[in-house]
């Protein structure tokens, strides 16, 4: 019998938090230790423009979670929108909203996707897995896809290889808690804190010291480099505050060129132009990183690639690995995070400004995510 939408809004908000990717639970304790709790607002949008759906259900989901303490808005269900154009704006507290944004983007995701075929999950996993030869696959698509899918879509992936996934409920198949490495929203919330504060260090190697500071010793300590399009810089900067660190996360959005790619001379690849050079995390923005590593004598760092990693894409990273080690003795990257099992329509949220004590709103975002001006949204009571 098919549940009602009441009673699954119901459940999934009694365990939001099994739901949610594993970063975004520490990001809060982080930032509840550290005192960091800026006034931001997030901005949601799809890259595919179309009919709007699912934002009615994670209007409701922030307004049952939060009560008063968010201000949403929205674009309606049956709205057509724009590629890129705001779906919805939410303003609050950082630490009041911090742990939302998974369930919320599944909501949205499902809704502009529809219907997805498991068997298509099933093969696409299964083709990754294999194109990894080895290489160790985490499934980190939770915000692909609605909550109430994650553990039985989290259950393909483990029966076709993946070992592990980023929430509570999607790692019940390997018998195992979410894992993951750190949010660009831990780190532009410390880049708010400091500018507030007058204070110039960088904001991804002081997140690091919170995350090694305050989180269980247990999980490793791996941070995400590439908030400010600093990949190599940033990446220094924070094995250097944090002398444990044992990874990082390359995940440069779309917009920007990786520190370093467009310079880099690379040997002939066997792999499609798309993954070559160009935008985001491609094999020119993964080969400057390590490179610059290893010649800063920090090559044994772990990195896992995250970003579109389909069976293809996966491909042409696996035979670039084996051509950097043939010719550097060190592996190009370590492992993969990806949620391409299937083809959604995938909603992204950002950090895009904070309030200073002056009550004025000030641009803060990832590099590449700015705010997108829009007068469509209308706010929800």
């Known amino acids: 019998m098919v549940k009602d939408t009441q009673t699954r809004m119901e459940e999934v908000v009694e365990k939001y938090r099994e739901y949610t990717d594993k970063y975004f639970l520490r990001t809060r304790q982080i930032l509840e230790n550290e005192g960091i709790n800026p006034y931001v607002r997030y901005q949601v949008f799809a890259r595919k423009g179309g009919e709007v759906r699912g934002v009615n259900e994670a209007v409701q989901f922030i307004k049952e979670v939060t009560g008063n303490k968010a201000k949403i808005f929205a674009l309606a269900d049956g709205q057509i929108y724009s590629p890129c154009e705001p779906l919805m704006k939410i303003e609050g507290n950082v630490q009041d909203l911090v742990e939302l944004e998974t369930v919320y983007l599944g909501m949205i995701s499902a809704g502009l996707t529809g219907d997805i075929s498991m068997?298509?999950?099933?093969?696409?996993?299964?083709?990754?897995?294999?194109?990894?030869?080895?290489?160790?696959?985490?499934?980190?698509?939770?915000?692909?896809?609605?909550?109430?899918?994650?553990?039985?879509?989290?259950?393909?992936?483990?029966?076709?290889?993946?070992?592990?996934?980023?929430?509570?409920?999607?790692?019940?198949?390997?018998?195992?808690?979410?894992?993951?490495?750190?949010?660009?929203?831990?780190?532009?919330?410390?880049?708010?804190?400091?500018?507030e504060n007058g204070n110039i260090a960088n904001a991804t190697a002081e997140a690091a010291k919170g995350f090694d500071k305050y989180v269980d010793k247990t999980v490793p300590r791996l941070m995400l480099i590439d908030t400010f399009n600093r990949e190599i810089d940033d990446t220094t900067e924070t094995a250097e505050a944090v002398p444990n660190l044992r990874g990082i996360r390359i995940d440069t959005c779309g917009e920007n060129y990786a520190q370093g790619?467009?310079?880099?001379?690379?040997?002939?690849?066997?792999?499609?132009?798309?993954?070559?050079?160009?935008?985001?995390?491609?094999?020119?923005?993964?080969?400057?990183?390590?490179?610059?590593?290893?010649?800063?004598?920090?090559?044994?760092?772990?990195?896992?690639?995250?970003?579109?990693?389909?069976?293809?894409?996966?491909?042409?990273?696996?035979?670039?690995?084996?051509?950097?080690?043939?010719?550097?003795?060190?592996?190009?990257?370590?492992?993969?995070?990806?949620?391409?099992?299937?083809?959604?329509?995938?909603?992204?949220?950002?950090?895009?400004?904070?309030?200073?004590?002056?009550?004025?709103?000030?641009?803060?975002?990832?590099?590449?995510?700015?705010?997108?001006?829009?007068?469509?949204?209308?706010?929800?009571?």
């Open 119 to 195: 068997q298509e999950v099933k093969q696409r996993a299964g083709d990754i897995v294999r194109e990894s030869q080895g290489k160790p696959v985490f499934y980190f698509g939770a915000r692909h896809f609605h909550p109430t899918l994650d553990e039985k879509i989290a259950k393909i992936c483990q029966e076709e290889g993946f070992i592990g996934a980023s929430t509570d409920v999607g790692a019940r198949a390997w018998n195992a808690k979410g894992i993951g490495t750190t949010p660009h929203a831990l780190i532009v919330s410390y880049a708010a804190y400091l500018k």
């Open 261 to 381: 790619a467009k310079e880099i001379a690379l040997p002939k690849l066997d792999a499609p132009e798309k993954y070559v050079r160009g935008k985001g995390v491609t094999l020119a923005a993964v080969w400057a990183l390590r490179n610059a590593l290893v010649q800063k004598e920090l090559g044994n760092l772990e990195l896992t690639v995250s970003s579109g990693f389909n069976a293809e894409k996966t491909k042409a990273f696996v035979e670039a690995d084996r051509v950097f080690k043939e010719k550097f003795g060190y592996e190009l990257f370590t492992n993969i995070g990806t949620g391409s099992i299937a083809n959604p329509i995938m909603a992204t949220a950002d950090i895009v400004a904070y309030k200073n004590e002056k009550n004025q709103w000030i641009e803060m975002h990832k590099v590449g995510r700015p705010e997108i001006a829009t007068e469509r949204l209308q706010e929800i009571k």
